[in-house]
């Protein structure tokens, strides 16, 4: 380390050292600002960094470089997240929670001095009153911090791994969908046919209820996706909630239900297509169903009261009715040896659901 004296007569700390195998400068400030022992230090600092491979000259750029505000940094973390979500309105939803609950109070904030107490006080708005809300809120912020120390921007441990001491004990009890009966399904199916909506809406349920599929599945699926040959519905990968293709099997009845549907089409591709061409039904359209019946329960709750009845009427095994509504194995051991999907008993249990949720039309 060097106190080189210009011409000028003004004094400036340097430190000669090696950079991936060049020979570099590198300034340390000057003399009137600069102490012999900040110099000192910041020297040794830089000779860590280069003999780790690292660019001094490069980490005093980005040093100085304007950090951007959060609000900044969250758009960046999205546009660079985005390939990997399914859909547009994912990255919409994953935004919109930010802008209504954190950007109001750190949003303009500059990414490297957000901390702790300024997570806290977004948290603390919302930690007791809106929970699940609040805990996917914490996890936005935290890779967001995530992403600004990956770019330089920050450096140190992420703010929100401190906060959790500053924060209540949530007693919430998380909520499940609140389910049918499984014994009162066949009575309900029944009901349909006096349902207040449309043909397309009506068929599209029973035909939900039968295969244990989730409501939007049912309501995009289109005609090049079904054999009516093979009884199979194969769902592509975008739609299905574990990213991979699930092919379901056909009994009678749904088969019955997509031969009606065919009849009523406009030459849609979709099964189920809703007023306009080519638009699908509102993802409501089922739930507002039920709630002009008067019924309390959900459309994810005919899931569950399959699941139900496939556990205590039936003595198929766990895997084949997990298989049957698309549930991933959790055991990474089983699934690494899983190579099939149990198609053929998946049918016999499908045969077995529609029959006990419409008798007569075996």
């Known amino acids: 380390m060097y106190l080189v004296v210009d011409p000028s007569g003004a004094k400036r700390w340097v430190l000669r050292t090696v950079v991936r195998g060049k020979r570099r400068d590198i300034g340390l400030g000057g003399l009137r600002l600069v102490t012999l022992a900040e110099a000192r230090t910041k020297a040794v600092e830089y000779r860590k960094l280069a003999r780790e491979g690292g660019d001094p000259i490069e980490s005093k750029r980005l040093a100085k470089a304007t950090a951007p505000t959060f609000a900044d940094a969250a758009r960046s973390t999205m546009e660079q997240r985005r390939a990997g979500w399914k859909n547009e309105k994912h990255a919409a939803q994953w935004m919109a929670g930010l802008k209504k609950y954190v950007f109001p109070a750190i949003g303009e904030t500059a990414i490297d001095r957000v901390e702790t107490a300024d997570v806290l006080r977004v948290l603390s708005a919302i930690w007791l009153s809106k929970p699940e809300t609040a805990r996917r809120i914490r996890q936005r912020i935290s890779i967001v911090l995530d992403w600004a120390k990956a770019a330089g921007y920050r450096k140190g441990d992420n703010p929100v791994d401190g906060v959790a001491i500053g924060l209540p004990r949530q007693n919430e009890k998380r909520r499940h969908f609140d389910a049918i009966p499984y014994a009162d399904v066949p009575a309900f199916v029944k009901r349909l046919p006096g349902a207040p909506t449309s043909e397309f809406a009506r068929i599209g349920l029973e035909f939900l209820i039968l295969t244990a599929a989730r409501t939007n599945e049912v309501l995009r699926a289109e005609w090049p996706e079904v054999d009516l040959s ?35 089409t406009d030459g849609s591709p979709l099964i189920f297509p809703g007023s306009k061409v080519g638009v699908p039904m509102s993802n409501m359209v089922f739930l507002m169903m039920l709630r002009r019946l008067e019924l309390a329960f959900t459309v994810h709750g005919f899931r569950s009261a399959f699941r139900d009845w496939a556990s205590e009427c039936t003595n198929f095994p766990r895997d084949v009715c997990e298989m049957a509504l698309a549930h991933t194995i959790r055991d990474k051991t089983e699934a690494a040896y899983r190579r099939g999907d149990l198609f053929s008993k998946r049918s016999e249990l499908m045969r077995a659901w529609a029959a006990y949720v419409r008798p007569e039309a075996k």
């Open 230 to 264: 093979k009884a199979v519905w194969t769902v592509p990968a975008s739609r299905m909630k574990a990213g991979r293709e699930h092919r379901v099997p056909l009994a009678p009845r749904p088969l019955a239900l997509l031969k009606s549907a065919h009849k009523l």
